[in-house]
Antibody, heavy 125, light 108 residues
Framework: QVQLQQSGPGLVKPSQTLSLTCAIS??????????WIWIRQSPSRGLEWLGR?????????DYAVSVKSRIIINPDTSKNQFSLQLDSVTPEDTAVYYC???????????????WGQGTTVTVSS | SYVLTQPPSVSMAPGKTARITCGGN??????VHWYQQKPGQAPVLVIF???DRPSGIPERFSGSNSGNTATLTISRVGAGDEADYYC???????????FGGGTKLTVL
C-alpha cells in the first residue's frame, strides 16, 4: 500500500522560504508509473496545482505559472522522498499543502490516487 | 488557462440520485477526474478517465462526459456522501492540472 507522509513547519515568516517534504513508502520516487505532485488549498484559491516531478530516463519538472519563479520541487532518491521549496512567501501563500501521486498503469493515467495528510502552513510574522 | 465551472452546492434527499456538473469549453474532448473531500481530510479520487472507478469506490459513483459538461452521479446518496467534490482536467495548453471550484453536496 502506497503512503505519503508530509513533514515541515506550519509557520513561515513573510519573505522567507517555505520547505516541505513528502516521504514515500510502497513506491519509488524514480518509478516510471508515477508523477510526484504538490497541491495547495485555500479558501481564496481553492485547490491549486503547484507542480510535479517525475522520472522517465531523466528527471522532469513542471511548475504552475503562478509560482514558477519561486518554486522548486526536488526528488531525493536516497531517501525516497520529494520536497517543495517556495521562496519569498507572502500571506497569500497561506494554505493547506498536499503532496500526491499521479499514477500511471501501462502509460494510462489513473488519477491522483494517493495523497499526503496535508500540512497547514501560515505565513505570518 | 482552462476554466472548470461547478455549482457551489447541491442538495439531495437520502436515497435519491445526486448529479454534480463540471462545465468547460469542449470538456468532452478531455479526460475528467473527480475527487471527494470531507472536512479536515485530503481529497480522495472517486472517478478517473470520465467514468472509471478506483478500487474501493462504490458502484454508486459514476461519471459521464460529453460536449461542454462532465457529470458525477451519486446514486442512493447517504449521509456519508456529504462532502466537497472537485473535477479536474489536464490543460494541455499550459501543461497544468486544473481543478474546478468544488461543489458541496448536502444530504438533507
Amino acid at each position: 500500500q502506497v503512503q505519503l507522509q508530509q513533514s515541515g513547519p506550519g509557520l513561515v515568516k513573510p519573505s522567507q522560504t517555505l520547505s516541505l517534504t513528502c516521504a514515500i513508502s510502497g513506491d519509488s520516487v524514480s518509478g516510471k508509473s508515477a508523477t510526484w505532485i504538490w497541491i495547495r488549498q485555500s479558501p481564496s484559491r481553492g485547490l491549486e496545482w503547484l507542480g510535479r516531478t517525475y522520472y522517465r530516463s531523466k528527471w522532469y519538472y513542471d511548475y504552475a505559472v503562478s509560482v514558477k519563479s519561486r518554486i522548486i520541487i526536488n526528488p531525493d532518491t536516497s531517501k525516497n522522498q520529494f520536497s517543495l521549496q517556495l521562496d519569498s512567501v507572502t500571506p497569500e501563500d497561506t494554505a493547506v499543502y498536499y503532496c500526491a501521486r499521479g499514477h500511471y498503469v501501462s502509460g494510462a493515467y489513473k488519477g491522483m490516487d494517493v495523497w499526503g495528510q496535508g500540512t497547514t502552513v501560515t505565513v505570518s510574522s | 488557462s482552462y476554466v472548470l465551472t461547478q455549482p457551489p452546492s447541491v442538495s439531495m434527499a437520502p436515497g435519491k440520485t445526486a448529479r454534480i456538473t463540471c462545465g468547460g469549453n469542449n470538456i468532452g474532448s478531455q479526460s475528467v477526474h473527480w475527487y471527494q473531500q470531507k472536512p479536515g481530510q485530503a481529497p480522495v479520487l472517486v472517478i478517473f478517465y470520465d467514468s472509471d472507478r478506483p478500487s474501493g469506490i462504490p458502484e454508486r459513483f459514476s461519471g459521464s462526459n460529453s460536449g461542454n459538461t462532465a457529470t458525477l452521479t451519486i446514486s442512493r446518496v447517504g449521509a456519508g456522501d456529504e462532502a466537497d467534490y472537485y473535477c479536474q482536467v489536464w490543460d494541455s495548453s499550459s501543461d497544468h492540472w486544473v481543478f474546478g471550484g468544488g461543489t458541496k453536496l448536502t444530504v438533507l
